[in-house]
Nanobody, 124 residues
Framework: QVQLVESGGGLVQAGGSLRLSCAAS????????MGWFRQAPGQEREFVAL????????AYVDSVKGRFTISRDNAKNTVYLQMNSLKPEDTAVYYC?????????????????WGQGTQVTVSS
């Protein structure tokens, strides 16, 4: 099993920045990639970004490219999501997830482990 704990959410004005963290524990050697998803009220859970746990390759949804950066610190078993130039439409609960699947999984069902989520609210 892998346990994931997110932190770093909060309230920020449009144009501001936040950094989310996700600390992994347990059988972390089984992780192939880590991802961030978000879910706004009444919406489906949406892929935001992913990073290969070993190689470090990344992928992003088009709406956050150039504004968000995903990174990892393997020594700390932690993944980060740096969010800049935030917009009101970025408001959602952000979830960290881990997968044992290869490739570049972007669908929620492709992920094996989930954190509890952290709220990000961007005011206009």
């Amino acid at each position: 099993q892998v346990q994931l704990v997110e932190s770093g959410g909060g309230l920020v004005q449009a144009g501001g920045s936040l950094r989310l963290s996700c600390a992994a524990s347990g059988r972390t050697f089984s992780i192939y990639a880590m991802g961030w998803f978000r879910q706004a009220p009444g919406q489906e859970r949406e892929f935001v970004a992913l990073i290969n746990w070993r190689g470090g390759s990344t992928a992003y949804v088009d709406s956050v490219k150039g504004r968000f950066t995903i990174s990892r610190d393997n020594a700390k078993n932690t993944v980060y999501l740096q969010m800049n130039s935030l917009k009101p439409e970025d408001t959602a609960v952000y979830y960290c997830a881990a997968t044992r699947r290869g490739g570049a999984p972007t669908r929620p069902y492709e992920y094996d482990y989930w954190g509890q989520g952290t709220q990000v609210t961007v005011s206009s």
